[in-house]
T-cell receptor
């Protein structure tokens, strides 16, 4: 069966510091991968998606970037965090772009 | 811009009753529809998917789809306190509608089952 792992689970970072969240999927090959963010009082916002190694598409302009160095690895990064980057970050995968399965999520607080 | 609308609630339902959750969507071309459950502080988990007009039943859950009215609903029969959570409605495609993969989510309805 397929599993998705995401880390770290929680982190508190000062404004202006860098960020790296990592996600790996097991039990499947060539999945579609996604990064979503859920901010307080807001819905799930699609940030990035990837259909293959090195292929990244951004849904919204922002302070973040994503990379996919390996087939089942997806990384979310920032060079300098803003207060507005705080939220619950979710990595997800799918086969066809339809049904999406989420990882455990990472809580980011920027102080 | 693709949009999915849900009443944020809270929706309070007595234990054992039927909980009815509703969702409307803006893109008439949407083909796939999903309900996710999210407990506080946790990631969303898939409950049901529906692709055709009508009802689809899975245990205590029934999803209903009406594409003409652009309306999706979720019924939970014999509601239990463990059903208390936020329920997210989602449709296929990215919010920008630019052909990207992924789902567009509503903000969710907070459901409270009262013992």
């Amino acid at each position: 069966s397929q599993t998705i792992h995401q880390w770290p689970a929680t982190l508190v970072q000062p404004v202006g510091s860098p960020l790296s969240l990592e996600c790996t999927v097991e039990g499947t090959s060539n999945p579609n991968l996604y990064w979503y963010r859920q901010a307080a009082g807001r819905g799930l916002q699609l940030l990035f998606y990837s259909v293959g190694i090195g292929q990244i598409s951004s849904e919204v302009p922002q302070n973040l970037s994503a990379s996919r160095p390996q087939d089942r690895q997806f990384i979310l990064s920032s060079k300098k965090l803003l207060l507005s980057d705080s939220g619950f970050y979710l990595c997800a995968w799918s086969y066809t772009g339809n049904t999406i399965y989420f990882g455990e999520g990472s809580w980011l607080t920027v102080v | 811009q693709k949009e999915v609308e849900q009443n944020s609630g809270p929706l309070s339902v007595p234990e054992g009753a039927i909980a009815s959750l509703n969702c409307t969507y803006s893109d008439r071309g949407s083909q796939s529809f999903f309900w996710y459950r999210q407990y506080s502080g946790k990631s969303p988990e898939l409950i049901m998917s529906i692709y055709s007009n009508g009802d689809k039943e899975d245990g205590r859950f029934t999803a209903q789809l009406n594409k003409a009215s652009q309306y999706v609903s979720l019924l939970i029969r014999d509601s239990q306190p463990s059903d208390s959570a936020t329920y997210l409605c989602a449709v296929n495609g990215s919010p920008s509608g630019g052909g990207a993969d992924g789902l567009t989510f509503g903000k969710g309805t907070h459901l409270i089952i009262q013992p």
